[in-house]
């Protein structure tokens, strides 16, 4: 592959991109016809009223949903053409997913919660924890390791939930509403961390409702009912 070309390709390009529910008599048009292109370490906020279509696009984004019409390139190749494997591998190395709700293992260990991506890859057990206490030190639990979830504040799961996200080096972090569950020094420290991460060159999509956090990124995109209604840099925006 010409690499000159790759680097160039955005990582996300989303063209015509609907995603229609067929409820009895009903067809909810939860996105309908959206075109979107994220460049390589942007740092991106997707913001709109209840129902306006963010988690749709969150999962079709992160290969979780199919559209039902359009086209999603994902790093440059056409994801409606991956086979199911393949897709289970881009899942796996592109996107590194992060829930408002953390969803860790809760009887697992922070360190186990974090190496578990790297189970579906060829790691030995050794580099596999190596590479999970590293992210774990990325996000400042290095002295945490061996805590399972409930011996952790929130701030710190979602901590926990971000370095299992990390672990993978993926091209894209997702987020949809991360700090939902947070106060609002825990919501400083894990935007101060999602900073940190963009500053160190990842690409950064996040799902939220409050508008200080928008704010925070370099750009906003604001769904209204299935259709990107506006596309604005924030004053940080260089
Ligand atoms: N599985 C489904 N079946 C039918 N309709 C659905 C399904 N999932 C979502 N929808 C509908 O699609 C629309 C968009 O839903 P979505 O969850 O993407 O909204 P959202 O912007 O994330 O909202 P919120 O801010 O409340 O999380 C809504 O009208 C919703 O009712
Ligand atoms: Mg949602």
Known sequence: MDTGTAAREPVIRLS???R?????EQTVRALDGVDLEIARNEYVAIVGASGSGKSTLMNILGCLDRPSAGEYRLNGRAVAGMAEDDLARARNRDIGF??????????STA????????????????????LASEALSRVGLAERMMHLPNQLSGGQRQRVAIARAL?????????????????S????EIMALFDRLHDDGQTIIIVTHEP????????????ADGRIASDR??????
């Not at 840099?233 to 260089?238: H, K, S």
């Open 167 to 183: 672990v993978g080096r993926p091209s894209i972090l997702l987020a949809d509403e991360p700090t939902g569950n947070l106060d």
């Open 233 to 238: 840099p924030t004053e940080r925006a260089p």
């Open 111 to 130: 360190l186990a919660n974090v190496m578990q991506p790297l189970v579906y890859r060829r790691i030995g057990l050794v580099e596999r924890r190596r």
């Open 20 to 24: 229609h529910y067929r409820m009895g």
């Open 185 to 188: 020094a825990t919501t400083v």
């Open 98 to 107: 992060i829930f408002q709700s953390f969803n860790l293992l809760s009887r």
């Open 16 to 18: 015509g991109i609907a």
């Open 212 to 223: 200080e956090i928008a704010e925070r990124c370099l750009r906003v995109v604001r769904l």
